[in-house]
């Protein structure tokens, strides 16, 4: 496991711009193909002239996919599972999954959810709540209400804040067989436990859907991709924010080919036979152009998720006091870098996001407030005691993370981020110094 990863970062001056090097084991590598070099204004003199986003999208250009764009137009077929669909979800499963499984991509993650959560409960379900953290976006309680149920609402686990094991087994116990639907969500990236899901799921009777929507290119504490050996389905986002960014995009993956065949006719209006519903069903269908854009992106998700991966691991490094999420798997693709700030800020974090942009840094607020404060859900769901929830949701941050960012400028964000939150720096390196060729020319280690 490489959450407390050592990350090496090598910033050289190369003819006056900052260049970032590989390496192996989890170090920082250059960005990935198509970053531009120089993206931000230059990060010397006043902090306030810095322009550093939150996030920074990256899907494939179109501009650059003429003759492709040129093929779907002669062949006429613009969605309905065209070609371009059937041959991004198969090269994704060789990929990335080895050849193991099958996958139906979506026009976004919401609709794959809805599809598969009705899939597993069915037309009329015998229970009626979903049970899911409250600290998670507002598409996994749609998704349930849309499909009939009420969303349940768990704890989280105060250091990997994921779903907590003890909660949920207490709501398992206390509403039995009233409970539809399992629907855990890999918050911001971070692996579940799938073994001790599918465990649960067998010793209940009870389906599971797996919401894993930042997830794309996250490994497992074995190295395998996220969702390996599934075989409940995992639902993923390819929207334009998420590491593996496409434009409004998902998919929905397990080892069970006859499942994912079911959620497919499911997405195509039901139509078991041609033209004939035999099932529930919707209009989830990517287009042609989106899956295009998949295919494009599926050459860089290792080197998208690698270059996040190692840039987390320098801001644990250069912010050793603040506290973030204890990571479960050896890599994570990280959207953002979400940390707490110190425990006297709690509840000043807008206060903090809003100095943060005067001086130029993009930051944010993810799962804030989480959905059991949120008025429409405070009305159709049930909450368990949150108290967990409650202090994340007071003190959690989402600091600049994307495919674009640089060492140098993780370096700046930090020392910003102290002074903001009025920490000093947690120590200094000697000018052109370095911990065994591993140090940020000029930073706060």
């Known amino acids: 496991m490489t959450s407390e990863i050592g990350v090496s970062a090598i910033v050289s001056r190369s003819r006056g711009r900052g260049t970032v090097h ?22 010397r003199g006043n902090a306030d002239a810095l322009q550093i986003p939150l996030m920074r999208p990256n899907p494939p250009r179109l501009s650059s996919l003429t003759e492709e764009l040129l093929e779907i137009e002669d062949r006429g077929i613009y969605s309905n599972y065209g070609p371009v669909n059937a041959e991004f979800e198969e090269q994704f499963v060789l990929a990335v999954f080895k050849a193991s499984g099958a996958c139906v991509t979506v026009a976004n993650a919401t609709l794959g959810l809805m599809l598969a959560i009705k899939q597993a409960v069915g037309w009329r379900p015998s229970g009626r709540f979903a049970l899911m953290p409250s600290f998670t976006f507002a598409a996994a309680a749609h998704a349930a209400l849309w499909c009939g149920l009420t969303p349940l609402f768990c704890d989280i686990n105060p250091e990997t804040w994921l779903p907590d094991a003890d909660a949920e087994e207490a709501l398992l116990k206390q509403y039995g067989d009233e409970i539809a639907v399992i629907l855990p969500n890999a918050t911001f990236g971070n692996c579940l436990d799938l073994p001790r899901y599918h465990g649960l799921s067998a010793a209940y009777g009870i389906p599971l859907v797996v919401d894993a929507a930042a997830s794309l290119g996250s490994l497992n504490a074995h190295g395998e991709p996220f969702g390996s050996g599934s075989t409940h389905p995992l639902v993923f986002s390819m929207h334009t924010t998420k590491a593996f960014s496409t434009a409004e995009g998902g998919l929905i993956y397990c080892t069970d080919q006859g499942l994912i065949a079911s959620l497919r006719d499911m997405g195509n209006f039901g139509f078991g ?21 998949a295919l494009m992106k599926l050459k860089d998700i290792d080197p998208v998720a690698e270059h996040r991966h190692a840039l987390y691991g320098l801001y644990r490094k250069l912010l050793p006091d603040f506290t973030f999420q204890r990571l479960t798997g050896c890599r994570t693709s990280h959207q953002v870098v979400s940390v707490l700030v110190p425990i ?38 049930v909450a368990d005691d949150l108290s967990v929830t409650d202090a994340i949701g007071r003190r959690v941050i989402a600091l600049p993370m994307s495919d674009f960012l640089t060492a140098n400028e993780v370096v700046q964000v930090c020392e910003i981020f ?14 052109g110094s370095s911990e065994a060729n591993g140090g940020v020319a000029g930073g706060f280690l």
């Open 22 to 43: 590989a390496g192996a084991n989890g170090h920082i590598a250059a960005p990935p193909r198509g970053a531009p070099v120089g993206c931000h204004r230059a990060l």
């Open 418 to 431: 102290r002074r903001v939150c009025n920490r000093p720096p947690a120590g200094r390196v000697r000018s």
């Open 344 to 381: 006297e800020q709690a509840g000043h974090v807008p206060e903090i996001v809003a100095e943060l942009a005067r001086r130029g840094i993009g930051s944010g607020r993810y799962f804030v407030p989480h959905l059991a404060e949120q008025p429409f859900f405070q009305q159709t769901s």
């Open 273 to 293: 036979q041609p033209r004939i519903t035999t099932m529930p069903g919707l209009n989830s269908k990517l287009s042609e152009v989106t899956a295009l854009l």
